[in-house]
């Protein structure tokens, strides 16, 4: 520990480029990248101006290389890696990283199990060696099983009392149908209960693997020592099998014709939660740009855009009120979410059908068009202003596969779209002829 400990002195950058208003140019003159022998793309971005360090990265094992019966596998892996390895018990883990005031964290999504750290520079050598330990070396004590097992058990017992947790899920299991993207990462009572020790060993065997593995290091330091440091704790990890593409690795997206409705009945509760979209597009459609601007416009600007405005506070239908495309390798939904008394159900879907069509068959005005465009564009620069911010997108960039330059185009991809591209592709997503509906909640005169 002591050995790695000394190389950080190294680690600390000297200077990042500027651009004309100071800030950090990212992209490729300042963005360093490699791959190491073993299929692990590394990426790091110096940024001297606080002596801290975000690593984020990604491994290829996700919800989608789980069987059905055993759903919430990935993540319930993820979440005993800190749990016992070969160098770290649990109690030691808690105490090296506890001790010098850092995180280390990780956890199981739907096409990747992500991980991190964020430390002082200083103590970075250290966070890299206990993140390639529990990586690699994870020893699953049957005790910590138990304990997380029953976590978890308690933490899906609570989602299943949540009107909003409730409507979402059973949303995803009706727009997808028998697609992986349907069930939730997190599993569900009775997949969990099933998991066994056996079940994670082999999770892990199978598929912890560093081909195609990112990890981004974003802070004070020089990104020659970093991958150095990097080839020394994870550059003996044997590669697997070469795995398919993120996009070969599902079943394509389909979903229903028509419309779909239901109402799941939660009697004692004294809100309904309401979920109504249709399936879109992946992250890689060229039409990716114009959605985000026209779901701004639809639920997220100010107030939460034209939803938020006319069914929360001119129509007073819904405590909340909101849109969201949720895009990811596979197709993923353009949704609408309110939150609402039992008595306004059906007045509430109706305004948000409304302003669905509305979008599709009117153009959007001169400025609300402009001021969309300026609020996505002004807040990208705060979301580089931190080492977490940087990490993450170049992360999503990376894995995505959207070039490193992406950030410098970012501002002409977003003000390139016209109110005929809003019109264009809220006529074609959010179409009222062929939607999915969910609510959840009391039976309206209950209350």
Known sequence: MNRNRSISPRIHATSAPTGEAGQTT???????RVQTANGITILVRPNPSAPIVMLEGALRAGSVD?????????????SLLSRGSAGYDFDRFNEAVESVGASVSAGGGTHVTNFGSESLVEDFPLMVEILADILQRPTFPTEQIERVRGQRLVRLQEREQST????????NEMIYGEHPYGLPTSGY????????RDDVVRFHRDHYHPNQAIVVVSGDVEPEAVVA???THFGAWSAGPEPSSPADSIPPVSGANGVQRKSFSMPG??????VIGCLAIARSHPDYHAVQVANNILGQFGMMGRLGETVRERQGLAYYSYSALDADIGIGPWVAFAGVNPQNVDQAIDSILHEFERLG???VSDEELSDSIANMTGTLPLRLETNDGVASILLNMEWFGLGLDYLQTYQDRIR????EDVQRVAAQYLRTDAYTLVTAGPDANEN
């Open 361 to 363: 068959q009117e153009p």
């Open 26 to 32: 990212i992209g490729p003159e300042t963005i360093h």
């Open 66 to 78: 789980e069987p059905p019966a055993l759903t919430g596998l990935s993540s319930f892996t993820a």
């Open 269 to 274: 509760k004294v809100q309904s939660d309401v």
């Open 416 to 419: 390139s779209i016209t109110k």
């Open 229 to 231: 440091l990097l080839e």
């Open 164 to 171: 909003r947790s409730v409507s979402y899920r059973r949303f």
């Open 189 to 196: 009572i009775e997949t969990v209960q099933a998991i066994s």
